[in-house]
């Protein structure tokens, strides 16, 4: 697993933070389509982006953003940490409507913190799939520090910190309350085939959109799979399955330079 904390430029970031460890293995970014599938899932959250995003015709755009807050949220310095929560909170403040009178849409607003708290739950619980799938299990200590580390992720965009749940149990009950208030209409199903698409992505990205959608689509829980529309039967499983057995490999024999490229890419990317 991560052996040790990101240095830039000679600045060793947050040390402390068990998330500092785990964040840079770029593994995880198997489960990034997941998470953003599962936040269009929660109609406040879907709509916001149908209407206010272009991130379905700019997929890079969405992913830079993404993984440049996350990196520098776990191991950027103070500084980039600043950076990234002021173009967040910039990029989030025009995202909010009431509620359509036809019925179209529910009200929303990026700065809703119940919606805040749904974004980072579901980047949360899509690392943990990845984790459980590539990695040995944490011990019970590190696991519970890990999770609460995430927080962070919600509290950085506005979410107040009690809003976190507690504990992993009371995450869980979180996470099945809240599937059960998914809903997919069709503009939001519109959003996440042409995210999956990705008909105007670079082509490095095209190429790599087969392995995207594969783990996207494969690890969403199967209810919200079918009320996006998704297909997904046993040969795209043994797919998934043959994915995570090579990146176990992966993880065995890649250099953590490698492994850990992304993110030093992003940071740098964000300066000082």
Known sequence: M???????????????????????????????????????????????VARHSNFASNPLGRLNGTL????????????????????VHAAHAPVKAAAAKDGSHPAYSARDPKLQLWVAATLYDSAVQIQRAVFPPLDEDTAEALYRDYAQLG??????????PATRADFAEYWARTLGQMRV?????????????????PWW???????????????????????????????QQRGVDLVFRCARISMRILPRAIRHFPMRFYLRRLGS
């Open 185 to 201: 209409d069709g503009p939001v199903r519109a959003v996440a085939h042409e995210l999956l698409a990705a008909k105007h992505a």
């Open 2 to 48: 991560a052996r040790g904390t990101n240095t830039i430029r000679g600045a060793k970031a947050h040390p402390e933070s068990v998330l500092s460890r785990f964040a840079p293995e770029a593994v995880y970014l198997l489960g990034g389509g997941r998470a953003i599938l599962l936040q269009l899932a929660l109609p406040g959250v879907g709509h916001g």
């Open 205 to 235: 990205m095209r190429a790599a959109m087969p392995l995207v959608r594969l783990m996207s689509i494969g690890l969403l829980p199967e209810p919200v799979r079918a009320m996006f529309g998704f297909e997904f039967g046993a040969r």
């Open 155 to 164: 509290t950085e965009l506005g979410m107040p910190a009690h809003l976190w």
């Open 68 to 87: 440049t807050y996350i990196y520098a949220l776990s191991n950027g310095t103070d500084e980039q940490r600043a950076k990234v929560r002021g173009i």
